[in-house]
Nanobody, 123 residues
Framework: QVQLVESGGGLVQPGGSLRLSCAAS????????MAWYRQAPGKQRELVAAVTSGDSTNYADSVKGRFTISRFTISRDNAKNTVYLQMNSLKPEDTAVYYC????????????WGQGTLVTVSS
C-alpha cells in the first residue's frame, strides 16, 4: 500500500516561516508530479505549488510575492521520495489544511493524497 505522510504544520505569526514535508512510502517504482494543495474553511481545495520529476515548478498566484518571486518554494528529494514546501512571509490568508498529492507508479498509476496538515497563521 502506498501512502503519503505530511508533517511540519502548526501555528505561526504573520510574516513567519514554516516548512512542510511529505514522504511517500510503500511499493513505489517511480513518482512523477508531486504537489501541495490547501483548503481553507468554507473554500474549495486549491493548488499551491507543483513540481515535476524534472524539477519544473509552478505556483499559484496567491503565493507569489512582488516581482513574481514566490513566497513559497516547492522542492523534492527523489532519493527519499519526499516533497517539501518552504513557506515564507506567511499571511493570515494562508491559514488552511495543506495536502500533499503525488502521481505514483506502483503496480499501476495511482493518484495519492496525504491526510493533511493544518497551518494556522495568526498573531
Amino acid at each position: 500500500q502506498v501512502q503519503l505522510v505530511e508533517s511540519g504544520g502548526g501555528l505561526v505569526q504573520p510574516g513567519g516561516s514554516l516548512r512542510l514535508s511529505c514522504a511517500a512510502s510503500g511499493s513505489i517504482f517511480s513518482i512523477s508530479a508531486m504537489a501541495w494543495y490547501r483548503q481553507a474553511p468554507g473554500k474549495q481545495r486549491e493548488l499551491v505549488a507543483a513540481v515535476t520529476s524534472g524539477d519544473s515548478t509552478n505556483y499559484a498566484d496567491s503565493v507569489k510575492g512582488r516581482f513574481t518571486i514566490s513566497r513559497f518554494t516547492i522542492s523534492r528529494d527523489n532519493a527519499k521520495n519526499t516533497v517539501y514546501l518552504q513557506m515564507n512571509s506567511l499571511k493570515p490568508e494562508d491559514t488552511a489544511v495543506y495536502y500533499c498529492h503525488a502521481d505514483i507508479d506502483s503496480w499501476g498509476e495511482l493518484e495519492v493524497w496525504g491526510q493533511g496538515t493544518l497551518v494556522t497563521v495568526s498573531s
